[in-house]
T-cell receptor, first 115, second 114 residues
Framework: AQSVTQLGSHVSVSEGALVLLRCNYSSSVPPYLFWYVQYPNQGLQLLLKYTSAATLVKGINGFEAEFKKSETSFHLTKPSAHMSDAAEYFCAVSDGSSSASKIIFGSGTRLSIRP | NAGVTQTPKFQVLKTGQSMTLQCAQDMNHNSMYWYRQDPGMGLRLIYYSASEGTTDKGEVPNGYNVSRLNKREFSLRLESAAPSQTSVYFC?????????????FGPGTRLTVL
């Protein structure tokens, strides 16, 4: 069965500092991995997804994630945090690509940005 | 192109009351999903519909029923609301064409059961 673990329910960084949000996955098949962002009082929107074409995946708003099979990780990074990055971030893994496949979400990491 | 829409945005119920949450998507997606979001627990799948005419239980289906009315619409019903069902409910949809398909989410319904 697929699962994801997000390390740290709350991360706080200074504006301009590196953002690192950790995600480890468990999957018995090649994983379909995603990062979503949720701004306050909104739904989730896709930041980026791993498609096996490249291990370093670039997403929106300057975020990127690196797929490391040996470490079963898909950590999200951004070189320089901006105040607008304050949100909750969810790592997710899909159990397949068919119409019946489901996405399993991690418990989320809330990112705060200090001025 | 509105994407995924949900109604209502907010709802307050008394214990034992019933209600239906509505969801519609205009992206011609085959699969639709209902989640609940509670603090510290991420999103938990309630029910999903892989295609029109099919529905299946997710992780937390107790106390809920669903109807896939047509390809566009997927409703969630609470027959007898309980305080434990106070949550934010999200509907999502996904195409089944191709691979690595992400889900698209609606804005959510905030439900409080007193």
């Amino acid at each position: 069965a697929q699962s994801v673990t997000q390390l740290g329910s709350h991360v706080s960084v200074s504006e301009g500092a590196l953002v690192l949000l950790r995600c480890n996955y468990s999957s018995s098949v090649p994983p379909y991995l995603f990062w979503y962002v949720q701004y306050p009082n909104q739904g989730l929107q896709l930041l980026l997804k791993y498609t096996s074409a490249a291990t370093l995946v670039k997403g929106i708003n300057g975020f990127e994630a690196e797929f490391k099979k040996s470490e079963t990780s898909f950590h999200l990074t951004k070189p320089s945090a901006h105040m607008s990055d304050a949100a909750e971030y969810f790592c997710a893994v899909s159990d397949g690509s068919s119409s019946a496949s489901k996405i399993i979400f991690g418990s989320g990491t809330r990112l705060s940005i200090r001025p | 192109n509105a994407g995924v829409t949900q109604t209502p945005k907010f709802q307050v119920l008394k214990t034992g009351q019933s209600m239906t949450l509505q969801c519609a998507q205009d992206m011609n997606h085959n699969s639709m999903y209902w989640y609940r979001q509670d603090p510290g627990m991420g999103l938990r799948l309630i029910y999903y519909s892989a295609s029109e005419g099919t529905t299946d239980k997710g992780e937390v289906p107790n106390g809920y029923n669903v109807s896939r009315l047509n390809k566009r619409e997927f409703s969630l019903r609470l027959e007898s609301a309980a305080p434990s069902q106070t949550s934010v409910y999200f509907c999502a949809s996904k195409t089944s064409t191709g691979t690595y398909n992400e889900q698209f989410f609606g804005p959510g319904t905030r439900l409080t059961v007193l």
